[in-house]
């Protein structure tokens, strides 16, 4: 807490930060319910597993009351922070595009699920040319695909188009190998 | 002189054909991504860690290092011609460098703060290279107990001492912790923090949490803040030449930066933000030309920050070699690289691993050559990335985490696990919590635990090892010194104002 946070001459209860410091007391809640958890084999009667997330939880415990603390003091964002509105709506298509892409991406592949994560992205920026920032996607996933998980020799799920470009590579090394 | 020797060999191996062409790769694509808001070294370093199951680590660590390195270079053209700093570390250089910029001097900004992170990032990488074998003898000595202490030192350094707050930094470290003991406890085998999912029990790959955190928590803030105003590109005009008394203005800033930058990045404390801040007040206080400060630009305050900058990025590499302790979150990514091949930095390394470390800080001289190059004649090319659209970047960054994210084991829980994380992200992000601290605490924690348990295993359950043993407690009491401090001077001075206050008509 650095000494500016606490002054303003009316200190009003923070609602936002007080909300997360809440939230940070529930982590720190379940901390405890899965430190209370771990089985601990009677053998074992030195340091067991269980000494670091008990640690972990006292000081997320101590933390998160200095959290709702300083919430209470009327909180620790700055003017220019809380002044500018939430963009919900482009926020909402963001995250549709993250779980269009989480629906999608074992039915259809990595390729065409990134489409609709792109164009869906994109509309939330702002872009207003969806079939250009579809193509844009087109590519730029098989790019990804072909160049990034190839050459990485990482195994990403391959789809409809995917197998179809496999396809197509396969038999035109073949005609030409063959 | 046996550095010396050492090194020549470092320069045999980083000067094959193959590792210069990693080299070339690294530096290349750190600069891009330098260059473009929104992505940062640890999130690229984090993306390409699959890599490391295909080449040697002597050509990844070349290639993470260009991109460390190139990122520096690359974030500077963003904060001069952007006013938007593309690092956290190049704040200051956007506060100059920016003004220079609109006065048409932009072409000064970017020659001084090139040359002189080549200036400093050599001055730095050349420290490395004889600071690390002097770190290695002084860490021989170091037992479980000492390195445990070192750790809780650096835990309070970079989250409580550097940054804004003290508890929201630590709030961030101890989610990290938590998120690094998520799976099997590799001492008892037992599962902890999985919820009883299976998927869980081999933890959270750090590529999630980087990337979570980097890139979905960034681009969730970003969309969030549509709004707020639009930064504009200045045009990039006046020539790259610096006049002659650009040059005199601008060497000293160099070397005073390079000073202050490397032993504060080298302290197992990290962090470039207090080093450019730092050298920032020094140059203005020491200018002969003060009345060009936020105004029309003073190309010192653009020469010192950028050294320092650079210097304490090869700064952070001396602890991070040396006793296996990431002070950054790039540095923290590369260590869990090093894990990945079975290495465990610490004093050992350069002993057992020579031709990697040594071939690793060659390479170091050779990317700043390269970078140098490639970002002065070539800085047109570097602008004309920073015209990308806010949209198809944006949503380009979210394909390529699905790739690294997806890519690790098809599974759907990993995307799922990736998102909440972005949410934390995001809301970190949104209430100025800094999210470095995550990163560390997750690769950083486990290390702390295993070291606590083997002092607390030798000494037979003696709490007492860690402050009996003299070295711990020093440690011990500058970590105490770190936390406690600013609350006790903050303490004393608001007594010493309200005992002012309290006397009237005291002048």
């Known amino acids: 807490m650095s000494i500016s946070d606490e002054d303003g001459a009316h200190p009003r209860v923070a609602m936002p930060e007080l909300l997360l410091g809440i939230g940070f007391l529930a982590c720190a809640g379940a901390v405890l319910w899965q430190t209370l958890a771990i089985p601990v084999s009677p053998l074992y009667s030195k340091v067991g597993p269980k000494v670091f997330p008990y640690i972990t939880f006292g000081g997320m415990l101590i933390l998160a009351l200095l959290l709702i603390l300083s919430a209470v003091r009327g909180g620790w964002q700055q003017e220019e922070e809380k002044e500018t509105p939430t963009d919900w709506r482009s926020m909402s298509f963001v995250v549709a595009g993250l779980v269009a892409n989480l629906v999608l991406i074992q039915p259809l592949g990595f390729t065409a699920a990134s489409v609709v994560m792109f164009t869906l992205v994109c509309y939330g920026f702002g872009s207003r040319r969806p079939i250009r920032d579809a193509l844009l996607g087109l590519v730029l996933a098989l790019a990804a695909y072909f160049g990034f998980a190839k050459a990485l020799g990482v195994n990403i799920g391959a789809g409809i188009i995917e197998n179809q470009l496999n396809a197509a590579i396969a038999a035109l090394t073949g005609t030409i190998g063959g | 002189m046996d550095t010396l020797t050492q090194l020549g060999h470092g320069f045999a191996v980083a000067f094959t054909p193959v590792n210069l062409l990693w080299c070339l790769l690294g530096t290349t694509l750190g600069t891009a991504i330098g260059v473009l808001p929104g992505l940062g070294p640890a999130l690229t370093i984090a993306l390409l860690l699959p890599i490391t199951y295909q080449v040697a680590p002597e050509a990844s660590f070349i290639l993470f290092a260009g991109i460390y390195y190139g990122a520096m270079y690359g974030g500077s053209t963003t904060s001069i011609l952007l006013n938007t700093p593309g690092e956290s570390a190049t704040i200051v250089t956007a506060l100059e460098g920016n003004k220079m910029a609109r006065s048409g001097r932009g072409g000064a900004a970017l020659a001084t703060s090139a040359i002189g992170s080549f200036v400093a990032g050599t001055l730095g990488t050349l420290g490395v290279a004889f600071l690390a074998p002097v770190v290695v003898k002084f860490a021989l000595a170091f037992g479980p107990a000492e390195y445990f202490s070192l750790m809780v030192l650096a835990f309070i350094t970079v989250s409580a001492v550097l940054g804004s707050s003290a508890v929201r930094g630590l709030s961030s470290l101890f989610l990290g912790f938590v998120i690094g003991m998520i799976g099997v406890d590799l001492q008892t085998g037992q599962p902890r923090f999985t919820f009883g999912m299976t998927e869980l029990l081999d933890g959270v790959d750090v590529i999630i949490a980087a990337v979570g955190l980097f890139a979905v928590g960034e681009t969730l803030y970003v969309a969030s803040r549509r709004y707020s105003g639009k930064d504009e590109i200045v045009p990039l005009r006046g020539s790259l030449y610096m006049t002659a008394q650009e040059w005199s203005r601008s060497w000293k800033a160099w070397i005073r930066g390079a000073l202050i930058g490397f032993p504060i990045g080298a302290m197992p404390a990290g962090g470039a933000e207090i080093p450019t801040f730092l050298s920032y007040a020094i140059e203005k206080k020491l200018s002969k030309h003060k009345e060009e400060f936020g105004t029309v630009g003073a190309i010192e305050g653009v020469?010192?920050?950028?050294?320092?900058?650079?210097?304490?990025?090869?700064?952070?590499?001396?602890?991070?070699?040396?006793?296996?302790?990431?002070?950054?979150?790039?540095?923290?990514?590369m260590l869990?690289?090093?894990?990945?091949?079975?290495?465990?930095?610490g004093p050992l390394l350069l002993t057992t691993q020579s031709n990697l470390v040594w071939g690793l800080i060659a390479s170091l001289f050779i990317a700043n050559v390269i970078l140098v190059i490639l970002n002065l004649p070539l800085i047109g090319l570097w602008v004309r990335l920073l015209k990308i659209p806010a949209p198809q970047l944006y949503a380009g960054i979210l394909v390529f985490s699905t790739v690294g994210t997806y890519g690790i084991s098809q599974s759907p829980i990993d995307l799922i696990v990736l998102y909440l994380l972005g949410g934390v992200g995001f809301l970190m992000r949104r209430f100025d919590f800094p999210t470095a601290p995550v990163i560390i605490g997750m690769i950083l924690g486990p290390l702390a635990e295993a070291q606590f348990r083997r002092a607390m295993t030798i000494s037979n359950g003696d709490w007492t090892v860690f402050y009996t043993h003299p070295l711990s407690l020093t440690l011990l009491i500058l970590a105490f010194i770190g936390l406690a401090g600013p609350f006790i001077w903050g303490y004393v001075e608001r007594r010493r104002l309200k005992g002012q206050e309290a006397i009237p008509g005291d002048a």
């Open chain 2, 336 to 345: 869990s690289a090093f894990q990945s091949y079975g290495i465990n930095p």
């Open chain 2, 303 to 333: 020469a010192g920050p950028e050294a320092a900058n650079n210097a304490s990025a090869a700064g952070v590499l001396v602890p991070m070699l040396t006793l296996g302790l990431p002070t950054s979150a790039t540095a923290a990514i």
